[in-house]
């Protein structure tokens, strides 16, 4: 018994699709990573609660969240997307987030761990914003 598969014409058709389709996605790649960073700035905000100080150069830290797209002025090609604090409340972040305690271990900020949160709620928003590229992919 003597079996030929011919598959030469697959494996050609394969590459290309596979190449197109890493072209659409490069194209696509600072949207989606802007969509995804507004999505979690979005659920940040939502976690985080306004204090009553007001009045000159306070800024509240809800109203301080900044979303940054990097990655491919790097060189390695790939991107990413950072959500943080602006510059007059970044420094807050790691003291709301993980809590503080005074000299002698009493807690004196409770933890909020409000970037957890904010990441677990917006998973579901992410997931869909990746079925969408998917399914872009897919019909291009």
Known sequence: MN????YK???????AEILRS????????AELMQKVGKTIKGEVQT??????KS???YKHMKDDVKVTVS???TGDG???VVVHGGKKTAYKWHMLDDGTRNPDGTVHTPATHFTQ????????KIEQILNELEKKVVEA
């Not at 890493?22 to 790649?29: G, H």
């Open 78 to 80: 790939v991107m990413g």
């Open 9 to 15: 014409n697959t494996l050609d058709d394969m590459v």
């Open 22 to 29: 890493e072209k659409l996605l490069e194209s696509e790649q």
């Open 3 to 6: 079996v030929q598969l011919e």
């Open 117 to 124: 949160k904010a990441l677990k709620a917006a998973e579901p």
């Open 47 to 52: 976690q985080l609660a306004r204090s009553e």
């Open 71 to 73: 990655g491919k002025k």
């Open 55 to 57: 009045g000159g150069d």
